[in-house]
T-cell receptor, first 112, second 116 residues
Framework: AQSVTQLGSHVSVSEGALVLLRCNYS??????LFWYVQYPNQGLQLLLK??????LVKGINGFEAEFKKSETSFHLTKPSAHMSDAAEYFC??????????FGKGTKLSVKP | DGGITQSPKYLFRKEGQNVTLSCEQN?????MYWYRQDPGQGLRLIYY???????QKGDIAEGYSVSREKKESFPLTVTSAQKNPTAFYLC???????????????FGEGSRLTVL
């Protein structure tokens, strides 16, 4: 069975600082991994996805994530936070039912 | 523009009433999904459909029903049997039906249901 754990329900950074959002997964098959972003009262938007090609995946808005099989991790990073990055971020893994299985989310706050 | 349309965006319901949330997509995707979102709990799968006239229960299907009579439409009914229906409901679709799911999901803007 597949599952996702996001460490830290809230993360706060200063504008210009490094953003690091943690995601660990469990999967009985080679995983397909995703990061989504959600702004208040909106749907989810795909940031990036890992589909067994390069282990370092670049996404939109300057975000990237690195797949580390030995650590079963897929952490999301951005070198310099911007105020517009404040949102909730979800990590997900492809599920055996044909769906995506989501973590509980991490709310990112960016301080001026 | 192609996308997923959910309606209504906000809905209020009295206890004991059924309510239907609409989800329409013009992406020509085979698979469609309904998720429920509660604060701090992430997204939980209610129902999904990989083909017209067929659908499967997700993790929290009790108190909900769906239909898939057309490829582009996947309405969700929240019945009076759902004990705690107040939540944010998200519809999604994908081009790849899986399993496992290797493709991204495209989401609608969501419907917020409040039971008074």
């Amino acid at each position: 069975a597949q599952s996702v754990t996001q460490l830290g329900s809230h993360v706060s950074v200063s504008e210009g600082a490094l953003v690091l959002l943690r995601c660990n997964y469990s999967s009985s098959v080679p995983p397909y991994l995703f990061w989504y972003v959600q702004y208040p009262n909106q749907g989810l938007q795909l940031l990036l996805k890992y589909t067994s090609a390069a282990t370092l995946v670049k996404g939109i808005n300057g975000f990237e994530a690195e797949f580390k099989k030995s650590e079963t991790s897929f952490h999301l990073t951005k070198p310099s936070a911007h105020m517009s990055d404040a949102a909730e971020y979800f990590c997900a893994v492809g599920g055996s039912q044909g769906n995506l299985i989501f973590g509980k989310g991490t709310k990112l706050s960016v301080k001026p | 523009d192609g996308g997923i349309t959910q309606s209504p965006k906000y809905l209020f319901r009295k206890e004991g009433q059924n309510v239907t949330l609409s989800c329409e997509q013009n992406l020509n995707h085979d698979a469609m999904y309904w998720y429920r979102q509660d604060p701090g709990q992430g997204l939980r799968l209610i129902y999904y459909s990989q083909i017209v006239n067929d659908f499967q229960k997700g993790d929290i299907a009790e108190g909900y029903s769906v239909s898939r009579e057309k490829k582009e439409s996947f309405p969700l009914t929240v019945t009076s049997a759902q004990k705690n229906p107040t939540a944010f409901y998200l519809c999604a679709s994908s081009i790849l039906a899986g399993p496992p799911n290797t493709g991204e999901l495209f989401f609608g803007e969501g419907s917020r249901l409040t039971v008074l």
